[in-house]
């Protein structure tokens, strides 16, 4: 692994030499919880019936790489969500999520560079379905949770492309979409924070921890510690001088 250099506080690259130029990529794929916002969806639903220790706890395993199975993971925390109903949701969407800062800014920068955007989670269609609305990202894949009579069921509900949106299925839709824009995987851009966020950023040209696990940072080529998500352009020179 080669070393990382802080190329200004908080922002570290390896791998690299600065300045990239961001017309070179076609496509940025994002993480959603904890990269685009500021929370863990299924932790602040959990809270919602009273379970959030017990779902964080096991939230927190997965991310750092200590619960293998990703699947099984969100499958018992999903079961344990069973009667939140789609008001709660709405209410967690309204009041606890936030864009992270610079979200706007980034996306704005890479439509402007000629990039298309997808988001990828291993969240919930409910949230990403609106934050893809809210930055007017391009695609979107995650988790759909099963809702009877305006209330969760504690099951997820299988989409054409699978079952559950996890490492591998991130990694997956990644390739599809520059496969399909005619792009190469290293004309790809993807941005994480946890666990399941390696394969596809393993996969892509230039890989970018948000805040990240300790794992997750230590393979990434950029590292934001400090600061928002447009930091990312701190290493791209930037178009007539800057970015507008």
């Not at 009041?95 to 560079?113: K, M, S, T, Y």
């Not at 990694?171 to 924070?193: F, N, S, Y």
């Not at 447009?230 to 290493?235: A, M, N, Y």
Request: hydrophobic residues 40%; proline residues 5%.
């Amino acid at each position: 692994m080669n070393p990382e250099t802080e190329l200004s506080p908080g922002l570290f690259v390896r791998g690299i030499t600065p300045p990239l130029r961001l017309p070179d990529y076609r496509l940025i794929a994002f993480d959603m919880d904890s990269t685009l916002i500021d929370i863990e969806c299924v932790d602040e639903i959990a809270d919602a019936v009273g379970r959030k220790a017990e779902v964080a706890a096991i939230t927190e395993a997965a991310m750092r790489g200590e619960i293998a199975d990703y699947k099984e993971s969100l499958r018992r925390r999903v079961a344990l969500l069973e009667g939140v109903t789609t008001a709660q949701l709405e209410q967690i969407y309204r009041h606890r999520l936030q864009i992270n800062p610079g979200a706007d800014e980034l996306v704005h920068a890479c439509r402007e560079a000629g990039l298309r955007t997808l988001l990828v989670s291993g969240g919930f269609t409910f949230f990403a379905e609106r934050v893809q609305r809210r930055l007017q990202l391009d695609e979107t894949r995650s988790n759909l949770l099963e809702i009877r009579d305006g209330k969760l069921t504690g099951r997820l509900l299988d989409q054409p492309w699978g079952d559950i949106c996890d490492g591998a299925e991130k990694r997956r839709a990644v390739l599809e979409t520059c496969a399909r824009i005619g792009c190469t995987p290293e004309q790809a851009i993807a941005v994480g924070d946890g666990a399941n966020d390696l394969e596809m950023m393993a996969a892509v040209g230039l890989s970018v921890a948000y805040r990240a696990k300790p794992r997750v940072r230590a393979q990434a080529k950029v590292a934001i510690d400090i600061g928002g998500l447009d930091r990312l352009l701190e290493i791209f020179a930037p178009p007539e001088g800057r970015y507008a």
